[in-house]
């Protein structure tokens, strides 16, 4: 009969359950190479494919955007060209050269040379304002007005030329002409050189409607209808001669009284005199030509 062996038991020491470290690291390593550097090097693709639908958007969004490209510049634009003026949408009137048709200083006595009445400068404005006559609304066409100055009894009588023809009704006429009759009644008449008592004068109008231009409208631009002239208006008379500026400094300016100063003249500066309005006269001096006032040159 066989000896037996009697019954040993071990118990593990604690150190003896602790994992070996270097085995983990080996199963570790292995599993990333098979896992993830395998498929890679080459080329296996490992996981479900991307749907084909799906696939170049998925392909889009792998791939690094691409550095942003500059936009096209803008071809160059050519400078805006000048729009043609726009009709005004207003009455207007164009207000012709003035003539004289007739002066005297007896009524049986007509001269055949009257020369030039400073009346424009204050003629023209009321002229210009028949635009806002009720009779004038809506009007294109021509029209002449005769203007009557009585310079002995200050008066001053609006009429239209016995020869003149026109297209415009009579009644819008006679509405137009009592306008003028109104307007020209306050003319200051203490403010016009005249060599003569009395003085017929004609001014050739052209209204225009609204909604148009000027070239669009009918009438006679260059003057006045009716007779022959033997004078015309102007805003200014004839002057010649010389003088000295006897202020400090003697303004020159645009237009009488309150337009701008062009030029200042010292004491002692000549000018030459080629015009006068009332008190006003109009030189030339140092290449310069404008308005100064009589007080400054000694007249």
């Known amino acids: 009969m066989a000896k037996e062996r009697p019954l ?29 550097a395998w498929p890679k ?21 792998a791939q690094p955007s691409a550095a942003p490209t500059a936009a096209p510049a803008a071809p160059p634009t050519a400078a805006p060209t000048a729009a043609p003026e726009a009709p005004q949408n ?30 424009d400068n204050i003629a023209l404005p009321k002229l210009k304002d028949l635009a806002a006559c009720p009779s004038a609304v809506g009007l294109a066409g021509k029209l002449t007005v005769a203007i009557d100055i009585d310079f002995d009894k200050k008066e001053v009588n609006v009429t239209k030329p016995k020869k003149e023809k026109t297209s415009i009704p009579s ?3 006679t509405g137009i002409v009592q306008c003028a009759a109104r307007s020209f009644a306050n003319l200051p008449l203490e403010e016009v050189p005249h060599k003569y008592k009395h003085y017929t004068l004609q001014y050739g109008l052209t209204f ?41 400094t003697g303004l020159v300016r645009k237009e009488p009284k309150d337009g701008e100063v062009v030029a200042r003249l010292v004491r002692g500066t000549q000018v030459k005199i080629v015009g006068r309005r009332n008190e006003w006269y109009k030189i030339e001096a140092s290449g310069k030509t404008g308005w100064i006032y009589r007080g400054a040159i000694g007249l």
Not at 43 to 61: I, S, Y
Not at 91 to 118: F, H, M, N
């Open 171 to 173: 009644s819008t006429v």
């Open 90 to 119: 207003k009455q207007t009137v164009a207000v012709g050269p003035g003539k004289i048709t007739r002066c005297w200083d007896k009524k049986s006595k007509k001269l055949t040379d009257c020369g030039e009445l400073q009346v």
């Open 8 to 36: 040993k038991i071990e118990i593990p020491k604690p150190a003896d359950e602790r994992p070996a470290w270097s085995r983990v690291g080996i199963i570790g390593a292995a599993g990333f190479v098979l896992g993830i």
């Open 208 to 248: 225009t409607p609204p909604g148009k231009s000027p070239e669009e409208a009918a009438g006679d631009k260059d003057g006045a209808g009716g007779e022959d002239a033997v004078g015309s208006t102007t805003s200014e008379t004839g002057a010649e001669g010389t003088a000295t500026v006897i202020q400090d």
């Open 41 to 61: 090097a080459t080329g296996v693709k490992v996981g479900p494919n991307v749907p084909g639908d799906l696939r170049p958007q998925a392909e889009a969004t």
